[in-house]
């Protein structure tokens, strides 16, 4: 796709904040992020759980566009934004035309089925505990960084317990038995996990 002015393009801006599409509206067209970044959440038991941070490059609403479907996310500008549109006429001619392109939209869309298939499966999880130490060894496992020290983390905890529809007096609970088992430290910026494996353990204790 050409950086350069084109007319034929439908370069839509969004402020951030702005809701690009909601859970359970019609879906008429897929976003490019050319620019920004839209976090997609989706309502579980009530309230806003977060299911991605999409940059520069993402899609996003293609699975609604592809199944013909209302969407199942809601999609917000986390800062300005600027995406291209595309409906499903151009996209046909996008896959059609550019292997590339069709080989990124094909892993991009089976990567977002499965991550958004782990979370729902941590969101499963009756206790609390465990649902925050399975987004913090997704988190790890997709996105830590190695140190000397352990896997770091950029995320604050109380974020992750967002993620996975944890309120902040349960997260408070939670951290106290963590980091009084030394299973992670938190940091101003971030989050070290000092052993991942020492959470899959964990988790398999909450389970007996």
Known sequence: MPDGPDTSLD???FDEGAVLFEEGGPCDVMYVIREGRVRLTK????QPTTLAELGGGDFLGEVSLVR???HSATATASEATTCLAVDSASL???LTGDP???IRFVVGMADRLAATREILAMLGQRDSRTRVCMALIRHAEISGEQTGQGVWIRKRLGDVGAEVAVSDKEMGEVSKVLLRR???RVKRDGIL???VSRLYEFVKESDV
Do not use: F, K, N, S
């Open 11 to 13: 370069i839509r801006h």
């Open 43 to 46: 309502t579980v038991d009530g």
């Open 68 to 70: 013909h479907q209302a």
């Open 92 to 94: 046909e001619q996008m």
């Open 100 to 102: 590339e392109i069709a």
């Open 182 to 184: 030394q299973l992670l």
């Open 193 to 195: 996990v000092p052993d």
